[in-house]
């Protein structure tokens, strides 16, 4: 799974799509970027360290 994520300063805006992220950039910042990043999805068993 990837994620779109839009950085600039301190503010930190994660998207589920890359079309969610276009439509958030076409109202708040039109000359942003947002870069793609893939999620790390870890075993069940390793998730579970307590």
Do not use: C
Not at 21 to 47: M, R, S, T
């Amino acid at each position: 799974m990837t994620v779109w994520i839009y950085n600039k300063g301190e503010e930190l805006v994660v998207f589920v799509s890359e079309e969610a992220a276009k439509v958030w950039l076409d109202e708040h910042d039109p000359e942003g970027v947002a870069f793609e990043y893939e999620v790390l999805d870890l075993p069940a068993q390793l998730g579970d360290r307590g």
